[in-house]
């Protein structure tokens, strides 16, 4: 099953399966309140009980599949390649090598839901930073009852040098307009069917003028990897963001990179970051400075 949110004449509405989902029983609008509400167990039963609106089609403008106060959480260094990758560009090497192998991880608020980007929504870079890149990361929707009842793909847009220059300017190298984006909706599966995931990512590039010829965007960056290879499982992600954390409406964790270009790389405006995670892609243009 899967729920995408869509902007409508009346506002933002969510639907299932393509179908807008516009009446509820007792009048309840559906919304994140109800679905995060769900367990585990029941989820599918209870929405396919639902009445089904109108089919969308294609007419309807997708929204990032959150609410506007959702919280996004990420967890940091949960693959090898991301330890290598952080201890090469920071001066501070020996944090990265100690979360990645201590009991407790990485954990920090990315993002509330109003700033959150979706699929086609264009992505962006910081003004004062040289290196940056995509981080393409499985993003599990956890419900209050803190289950995992589905995922999308997300990109945890980052700033290399500034993080690289202290661990410290972390949340200004994460945290900032359009560095998050997630979506394109919510396909509703349990933590079993989501420990093999593929996760790919490809960066296309548009060619310079004035050869129009070669105005195709050419692949500048393409990287894969799977959920196998995280070092931690997600039950331990999970279980660490809930401790001492409620989330009455639920929440979303994007659960680390495994994938990191080289250092030779840094995004651009002009680009397209396309990452795939499962059976969803999600595709953001990186804006203008
Ligand atoms: O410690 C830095 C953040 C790491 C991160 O975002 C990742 O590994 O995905
Ligand atoms: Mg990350």
Redesign the pocket.
């Known amino acids: 099953m899967y729920l995408t949110r869509h902007h409508t004449p009346q506002g933002a509405r969510w639907a299932l399966d393509g179908a807008l989902l516009r009446t509820m029983p007792h009048n309840r609008e559906f919304g994140l309140d109800f679905l995060m509400d769900l367990r585990q167990s029941t989820i599918s039963e209870i929405l396919g009980a639902l009445p089904k609106g109108e089919s969308i089609g294609e007419s309807l403008p997708l929204l990032p599949p959150l609410e506007p106060l959702q919280e996004v959480w ?6 090898l390649r ?2 290598v990758a ?1 201890e090469a560009e920071s001066e501070a090497r020996d944090v ?1 090598a100690k ?1 990645y192998a201590a009991v407790r991880p ?1 954990l ?1 608020l990315k993002s509330i839901g109003w700033r959150v980007v979706g699929h086609t929504m264009p992505i962006r870079i910081r003004a004062d930073s040289r290196w940056n890149v995509p ?1 393409p ?1 499985l993003v599990l929707v956890i419900n209050r009852h803190k289950e995992i009842i589905g995922y999308c793909a997300g990109n ?1 847009v ?1 700033s290399r040098d500034i ?1 690289g220059a202290n ?1 410290l300017y ?1 949340p200004q ?2 945290i900032y307009n359009q560095s998050c984006a997630l979506g394109p909706g919510i396909l509703l599966a349990g933590a079993d069917e989501l420990r093999d995931l593929p996760i790919e990512v490809e960066i296309l590039r548009p060619s310079v003028a004035p050869y129009p010829e070669r105005l195709t965007p050419a692949s500048v960056f393409h990287g894969e990897t799977r959920v196998s290879q995280m070092k931690r499982s997600l039950e331990e992600l999970v279980d660490y963001l809930c401790k001492e954390l409620d989330f009455p409406q639920g929440v979303f964790l ?1 659960t ?2 495994g994938i990191v270009p080289p250092e030779s790389f840094s995004m651009q405006s002009g680009d397209t970051v396309k990452i795939t995670v499962g059976a969803l892609t999600i595709e953001n243009s990186v804006a203008e400075r």
């Open positions: 990420a967890s940091g260094v949960t693959y991301s330890r952080r990265y979360v990485e920090f981080e990361e945890d980052s993080e661990p972390l190298a994460k994007m680390g990179t």
